[in-house]
């Protein structure tokens, strides 16, 4: 047997034989996952983000440079006395700053958001004739877009003569 005749029964047992004796089935196969590719295109939804409703609502109250006590006594507390009775709540979370306040509202899992967008909006705009002049209210169902599914952070840590490092 010849280095000739080794070599080509080694190439013919392998992946290569195998490939070379069924080769109108790995075509069938390659045109056929080609096919099913063209067809996914057009089938499956597409979007920067995946379809996904958080079931949280954001209520900010801005009102100029009125002092924290002001804005938790005159604002805080009556907006959260009136969106308590929003049905599927679960917790409020709010943060009073000078000037502004804002209320994190978490809705149970099956609760339905437009629904409860809706009574909360209701419920707020209910309240604006008992709260201070000139409260301006921002009412918004939290996105996708707000909570990002991955982060990176980068950092430098740069060596040198005047580093502390070593």
Known sequence: MSNGESF????MSGVAGFALRHSKAILLM???LCVWGIISIFILPSGIY?????????????RGEDSVENMMIGVTR??????NA???LVRVRSKTIRGACEMSLDF????????????TRARIASLLPELPAGISTTI???TP???PVISFNVVWLEMGPTSNNG
Do not use: N
């Open 8 to 11: 080509e029964s080694f190439y």
């Open 50 to 62: 995946p379809d996904v409703a958080f079931p949280r609502i954001v209520v900010i109250a801005e």
């Open 108 to 119: 149970s899992e099956k609760t339905d958001m437009r629904e409860a967008l809706s009574q």
């Open 86 to 88: 929003v049905p599927g």
């Open 78 to 83: 009556p907006m959260e006395e009136a969106i």
């Open 145 to 147: 877009s707000v909570f």
């Open 140 to 142: 918004e169902q939290q």
């Open 30 to 32: 390659i045109l056929g």
